[in-house]
């Protein structure tokens, strides 16, 4: 089959991560600043970011808890609870968290002479430079991203065989969604590790699947691999994904913030926290940035987890549940990775519920 044109990062495409990652969270931290502003006094406008990081707290712990219930409802389906979290995992992120902003304080100390002769001193004009540091990281980030995207995309040469899209299409509407499949040199590490919906275009999304499958699946099995991920564009995965990663950007923003606050308080720039209220309301805004964002981050993980075990379930609902099972489990001899397949593994989590879902029907 003759190469077809080499594909390209539609423009929707960079519209919908600068929306997510850059302009949702500048258009929060921005109004974030404004609101503060309204305050006169130092003291209320930590006791205003207080409430607003509160209000963030319980939503980033509803939230986990959502997750949580969820996943382990599938966890007592197979008795399999390797991938559940639990108080540990909160502490060791949290210990992660101190780390980081060890870090951070390390390389912010060569930039303190900037950060004490800004022209302002109110805690607003600070919040906005942690604002804008943390977007210009992002933005870094976001490059770095959309460079692999591109260079990756420039190997999706080799399309899926028309007989197994027309299959697609007539017994599947919603895979019209994906106007192009495509076989892809996907590298491990990468955006995925075998096949994923990469980007999309003007209501049409881009799948790329690794060239190993294209060798070693048969049509049917290949069918049920695209099958997996429609299923991650039937529940707006790639979306949800860019929320959480732009909910982050605000949450490092206040995490930096932080930072620059103790930097300043240590080199004496601002008054030296004591044992009242502006201290009190300070450590508390540590404590609820740090706990929002160990919650936030488990959210993010659970919810990968949950993703592909719901985009296994809309490919079984196509092809069945054993058949998708049966790759899953044939896995790791498909593609040269570390991946493994055993019952600790996710894969095998994944592996047991479609047995399970199977024995249901």
Known sequence: M?????????ISDWILISFYVIIYPLAFCTTLVLFLFTFN????????LNAIMIIFLIINLFLYQIVFRKLNEYAKKVDFYHFTPSLADLLIHLIKQVYYVVFLGFLFTFVQNFLTNLPTTTLTGYLGVSIVISLLFEGILVVIRMRRKIALIQTAQEPVKDT????????????????????????????????GVTTFGKNNYICLVSRY????????????????????????????????????????????FIIIIMLLVISGHLETLKFDLYSILFLGLIFNAFLSSAFLNFVHRYRIFLAEIWADEYSARGVGATEV?????????????????????????????????????
């Open 325 to 361: 099972a049966k790759i899953l489990r044939k896995l790791p001899q498909l593609i040269p990775s570390p991946l493994v397949y055993d019952q600790s593994s996710f894969l095998g989590f994944r592996v047991n519920l479609l047995r399970n879902l199977a024995k249901k029907h």
């Open 213 to 256: 499958f294209n060798w070693k699946l048969t049509d049917e099995e290949l069918i049920a691999v695209l099958l997996h991920e429609v299923g991650h564009i039937k529940n707006h995965h790639i979306r949800k994904a860019y929320l959480i990663i732009g909910t982050e950007v605000i949450l490092r923003s206040l995490r930096i």
């Open 164 to 195: 197994i899209i027309q299959e697609l299409y007539e017994n599947f509407p919603e895979s019209r969604t994906i106007s192009e499949y495509r076989f892809a040199d996907i590298q491990i590490p990468t955006l995925f590790l075998s096949a």
């Open 2 to 10: 003759e190469n077809q044109e080499k594909l390209r990062v539609p």
């Open 41 to 48: 006094d130092k003291t209320s406008q930590l006791i205003g």
